[in-house]
């Protein structure tokens, strides 16, 4: 692959500030296309806030954030919404959905706002769900779901828009330990079949020793 193209995603001197403190310190990096990263660290690291800097959740106060060649720190807050909606997908320790909403209700909800074709929305996301091993409870309420069954769906959600790159902060942290492995199983799967580039936080070195390369973070910098 060419030097030029081989990175997804890179971040350059980045800084973040927050009431006075400097949570995020000069950080660079560089991601590739397909790999499975970890970003490691203790709580209060910064860990949580370099991945929504990276995945365009918060702004960096300097710094540029590259996504294939585009500095998305430079966009507006209506462009980087569409390019979170059209290129990223997010998986939360807290999963997220909407407990009014069946299932199979909650994967389609990111596309609904810009979809006419709800059937067809439908149908894909029947499918995902049936890759994710979750099909079979697409008509429950979130409350009737056990915490790996609700991140299923979580993470269906987060492949419906067929994103590029999947954010996962804290994935397993709800979950048992049995149910944890066979979530970052899935995302492993995800990896290997789709080639997904995954960015996943963490504070267990179990996950750590699975990753491709691991970004070690402490006090907001990054460790050598």
Do not use: W
């Not at 997804?8 to 001197?13: C, D, P, R, T």
């Not at 709580?43 to 300097?62: F, P, R």
């Not at 709800?118 to 979750?134: A, E, F, H, Q, T």
């Amino acid at each position: 692959m060419n030097e030029n193209n081989k990175y997804i995603l890179e971040a350059e001197n980045i800084n973040k500030h927050f009431e006075g403190l400097h949570i995020i310190k000069d950080v660079s990096l560089k991601i590739k296309s397909g790999e499975f990263v970890v970003i490691h660290g203790k709580s209060g690291s910064g860990k949580t806030t370099l991945l929504s800097l990276l995945s365009g959740l918060e702004k960096a106060d300097t710094g540029s954030i590259i996504l294939n060649k585009n500095n998305i720190n430079n966009q507006t807050e209506e462009e980087l919404a569409k390019t979170r909606r059209q290129q990223f997908g997010f998986v939360f320790q807290s999963f997220n959905l909407l407990s009014n909403l069946t299932a199979i209700e909650n994967v389609m909800l990111p596309l609904l706002p810009i979809t006419k074709d709800i059937s067809n929305l439908k149908n894909s996301s029947l499918d995902i769900m049936k890759y994710i091993g979750i099909d079979h409870r697409k008509d429950h309420l979130p409350s009737k779901l056990s915490g790996g069954e609700k991140q299923r769906v979580a993470i269906s959600r987060a492949l419906i828009n067929n994103p590029q790159i999947l954010f996962a902060d804290e994935p397993t942290g709800n979950l048992d330990s049995t149910t944890g492995k066979a979530v970052i199983d899935l995302f492993l799967r995800l990896k290997n079949e789709r080639k997904l580039t995954i960015i996943l936080v963490t504070h267990d070195q179990e996950i750590v020793k699975l990753a491709d390369s691991v970004i070690e973070i402490k006090d907001g910098e990054i460790v050598c």
